[in-house]
């Protein structure tokens, strides 16, 4: 066990500040990693501030993170994945069984037993739950660790390990591409990471966005159209022609008019995770054979799957990047959805403290 640096809250209306937060060892099958770059991510902010309750209470002190890229700085000896000098990634989980039927299927984001990256069980008794990356420094096991394309930007690729995967997983599964139509509810953090991956995979991309002055981002972005959702008249030109919609809203909001929307067989997906419950319209289902579901991240292997095409396209997030120093004042502009796209934290920040 050695002492690493880190930002931590120690209850849910304390500011992030610097601490000393304990790290195993790097056994065997582990690759220690030196953080280069940690996006924020919204759910950092609901666990630092214990706003998930009962689903997933936080326990102090707690370090978030789960956009990781880093450089590794030591493996185990049988490890066989990376080595020392690589550009690594880590995302939402560092463990899991990996023999119930969804690890097998590659789809470890399912498993009953999976450990977050933040606020899971500890198995290796070195903390009470699992730290996360506003560190200096991470140990996570060698098959939860991802290649980092050397050709990205590297602060720009940390949210790929969250944003970028959350969006990719539903696109590919749902099968969107050249052909397609495909709607994208909402432009922050997720919805701008979906608009590039649509418009990626060959799709006809439309933006769906409350604010006007959001039209010439998407547009940049790579939408094809963009429509204002609070005017009804452009709604209705798009009724019933999407094959896909996916839904990065938040907020409380109608559901039903996307629905609408959706041609027979069109599915929509929600991404984003309004805190009260949504109501949807059977009968919009039926009438058309239409489907609606949702998604979180991916499987280790569609996560590597999926940095790979970056690396093909030069996808990354837009990011504004921040000392660890300005965290606390980054949350509350998360709030104010004042940033575009994504905070990332450049940890040679932490490093010089």
């Not at 280069?36 to 630092?48: K, M, N, Q, R, V």
């Not at 463990?95 to 999976?114: V, W």
């Not at 739950?129 to 590297?154: K, N, Q, R």
Request: some cysteine.
């Amino acid at each position: 066990m050695f002492q690493a640096k880190a930002y931590s809250a120690t209850s849910k209306t304390s500011p992030l500040a610097a601490a000393s937060i304990p790290r195993r060892t790097p056994n065997d099958h582990d690759v220690q990693i030196e953080i280069l770059f940690c996006g924020i991510c919204h759910s950092d902010l609901h666990y630092a501030r214990d706003e998930w309750n009962a689903d997933m209470p936080a326990i102090y002190p707690c370090v978030p993170g789960h956009e990781i890229v880093g450089r590794v700085a030591k493996v185990g000896s049988a490890v066989t994945k990376h080595k020392p000098g690589d550009l690594v990634g880590v995302g939402c989980m560092v463990d899991s069984d990996r023999t119930c039927p969804n690890c097998k299927e590659g789809l470890e984001q399912f498993c009953p037993s999976q450990v977050l990256t933040y606020g899971g069980p500890d198995k290796h008794g070195t903390a009470p739950v699992t730290y996360g990356g506003y560190s200096d420094t991470i140990v996570v096991d060698e098959h939860f660790v991802l290649s980092i394309p050397a050709s990205l930007d590297l602060a720009g690729a940390a949210p790929l390990l969250c944003a970028g995967i959350t969006t990719y997983s539903p696109l590919r599964h749902w099968g969107v591409g050249k052909g397609k139509k495909v709607g994208i509810v909402g432009l922050g953090g997720l919805g701008h990471m979906g608009v590039k991956f649509a418009h990626a995979f060959g799709a006809h991309t439309v933006v769906f966005t409350t604010s006007p002055s959001k039209k010439e981002d998407a547009l940049r972005l790579g939408a094809d159209e963009v429509v204002i959702s609070k005017n009804a008249n452009e709604m209705q030109k798009h009724a019933g022609s999407f094959d896909f919609i996916l839904d990065a809203v938040a907020a409380e909001h109608d559901i039903n008019a996307y629905i609408q929307l959706l041609a027979r067989d069109g599915n929509i997906t929600m991404v984003g995770a309004p805190e009260k419950p949504l109501s949807v319209g059977v009968f919009g289902l039926i009438m058309g054979r239409r489907s609606f579901s949702g998604s979180p991240i991916g499987g280790i292997d569609e996560t590597q799957e999926m940095l790979n095409f970056c690396g093909e396209h030069n996808i990354t997030a837009d990011v504004e990047v921040i000392p660890i120093q300005k965290v606390n004042e980054a949350y509350e502009r998360i709030l104010n959805s004042d940033v575009k796209y994504r905070f990332s934290i450049d940890m040679a920040s932490l490093r010089a403290e």
